[in-house]
């Protein structure tokens, strides 16, 4: 074991026995997380004590920081590397590389990049593969064209990563068509994990077809490919054949992982499945996986999304331990489900359990003050959120502040922030703000919120019709002659909206007007009769309300047996 620890006076020779056991003990527990950041603490006090570790014990150490995403500790061995004087040396600097990529510090990742006074393909690929997934597609194909031109050859991880990075460009295809046949010429179709990031990359632009027809090439199937193409198929809402794929995985006598079933799931709650989300449920039970912390919080998203908030909040009560994963699954559905100030008192009740919030979990947060116009609620944690966690507002915290002040009614306050933002306001944000000014009868305003608009989407109808309706509601008929007129020269055309419906495990897509569907007519028949009979409950509440007001005006006793 001499590889381990490095004798500075003999003294220390029981250092080297503890080195041995710090190795089996890291390659026995290296799956357990807390097994291992202790090992590598054991590991920083044995050389504070005096020992002087080997490269191979850093490089040893730096990975396992790397893939527990242990920035704290990794610091630690960077620094023992600087003290050792190993800064030249191009394994630990790879390493370090690959430490800094996972731990999504990459601006790090690039200085030591850039300070190696030689590449090899360890490097090259750490730092491909931390720019893609830090969604910098450009940054991370630059790199890979500038890796081909120094003559060092890529590996299939290189591959795999600039995939990735192909399918975070603005138009992937292109590029990713070409690094395919690339993967092609040499040799790579057999690889798994390869295959596997070619059907994301297709998935992810909407090209279903040609990953199936990778998935479905002839070559042994393993969790890694069907897990793809199943989440290709939900991506895409082919729930159906994701499902079909599931159950075939099954018949092949592949057992379905975590992941398969948070994907699945996730297309059952996007869909509103309800019925086969809990057919899925059902397996996740007798596949034991109901202990997983990702496959709970999809349940949780799926029943509420299915219109069933009481049985993901089951699946939320019989959970006993609890992430913020978890706690932002269940708050996004109280909020979505008409239960916003549930959703706040659930965030009330994870703070108090010392749960850490997070960027999406104040997302659920204020989308719950959102929806129950809670403005000054809504503002408070906005406050709380930057001065108590440190967290700098996304744009989405910030759309929803925006909203809220908007939907009440103050307008100046609403575009007092979109001026404050350090962000460019996007298409929702202003679309909101426009129907609020149609609402308030804001004219002018509404005419620069929808200048703005027709400047990022210039084709799209809802704007224009909505600045059509706030003309006309101010009598500016003019005003409103020249929008339909600016609709008829760009062609510019309103998009059918479409629904859907599960009947009998069967999904029924219509949309407005539709008339294609074989019953039709006892359909819109069954509506009219709907229409009627809410119309007719409406007026009954009305004189009920009336009679009421009436009464506690009077006095007048009410007889309770009538």
């Not at 590991?43 to 490089?59: E, H, I, Q």
Request: net charge neutral.
């Amino acid at each position: 074991m001499n590889g381990i620890y490095v004798q500075r006076e003999p003294k220390q020779l029981s250092l080297m026995s503890n080195g041995a056991i710090f190795v089996g003990k890291f390659v026995d527990v290296s799956a357990k997380q807390y097994y291992m950041n202790e090992m590598l603490k054991r590991f920083l006090t044995r050389v504070d004590s005096g020992a002087r570790p080997t490269k191979y014990a850093l490089c040893t150490a730096l990975n396992a920081c790397a893939k527990t995403s242990n920035w704290h500790l990794g610091l630690q061995f960077h620094a023992q590397i600087i003290l050792n004087g190993y800064e030249d040396n191009v394994i630990l600097s790879s390493a370090l590389v690959d430490f800094y990529s996972k731990c999504n510090r990459i601006e790090d990742a690039r200085r030591i990049f850039n300070y190696m006074k030689q590449h090899d393909q360890v490097s090259w690929t750490s730092i491909i593969s931390g720019y893609a997934q830090f969604g910098c597609g450009v940054e991370a194909v630059f790199l890979f064209k500038n890796m081909l031109k120094s003559d060092i050859k890529p590996n299939f991880f290189t591959y795999v990563s600039i995939i990735t990075a192909c399918s975070r460009l603005k138009e992937p295809l292109e590029l990713g068509s070409a690094v395919h046949s690339h993967v092609l010429k040499l040799g790579f179709v057999k690889n798994s994990f390869l295959i596997s990031s070619l059907i994301d990359f297709y998935s992810k632009c909407g090209i279903v077809d040609g990953a199936a027809l990778l998935f479905d090439a002839p070559m042994t199937r393993d969790n890694i490919l069907y897990n793809s193409m199943i989440a290709g198929y939900c991506q895409n809402f082919y729930c159906e054949d994701a499902l079909k794929l599931l159950f075939q995985m099954r018949e092949e006598g592949i057992n379905p992982t975590h992941f398969t079933m948070s994907s699945v799931l996730n297309a059952c709650g996007s869909l509103s499945l309800l019925r086969l989300g809990r057919q899925v449920h059902s397996l996740v039970l007798k596949k034991g996986l109901v202990s997983n912390l990702f496959v709970l919080s999809s349940l949780i998203d799926m029943y509420s999304k299915s219109g069933s908030i009481d049985d993901a909040r089951s699946v939320f009560d019989q959970t006993i331990e609890r992430n913020s994963v978890l706690w932002t699954s269940m708050i996004s559905g109280s909020a979505h489900s008409g239960r916003a100030k549930e959703g706040l008192e659930l965030f009330d009740h994870m703070v108090e359990k010392g749960c850490l919030p997070d960027h999406i979990c104040f997302t659920a947060v204020f989308t719950a003050c959102n929806h129950a116009g809670l403005l000054n609620k809504a503002v408070e944690y906005f406050d709380r959120m930057r001065k108590d966690y440190g967290l700098v507002p996304k744009l989405d915290q910030y759309a929803c502040l925006v909203d809220l002040h908007a939907r009440k009614g103050d307008l100046t306050k609403a575009i007092q922030l979109i001026d404050e933002m350090p962000f460019d306001p996007n298409c929702v944000m202003l679309s909101s703000l426009l129907s609020c000014c149609r609402t308030y009868g804001a004219v002018d305003l509404g005419r620069k919120v929808a200048c703005r608009l027709f400047q990022l989407q210039p084709d799209n109808a809802a704007a224009y019709v909505t600045m059509a309706h706030i003309y006309a509601e101010a009598g500016l008929w003019d005003e409103v002659t020249n929008i339909k007129k600016l609709i008829k020269q760009k062609g510019i055309k309103k998009s059918a909206s479409w629904s859907w419906v599960e009947v009998d495990g069967r999904v029924h897509v219509f949309l407005v007007g539709d008339m294609l569907h074989p019953k039709s007519h006892d359909i819109y028949v069954l509506l009219e009769q709907l229409n009627l009979e809410i119309k007719e409950a409406q007026s009954i509440r009305q004189e009920m309300i009336f009679s009421l007001q009436f009464a506690s005006v009077y006095r007048i006793p009410m007889d309770v047996d009538c």
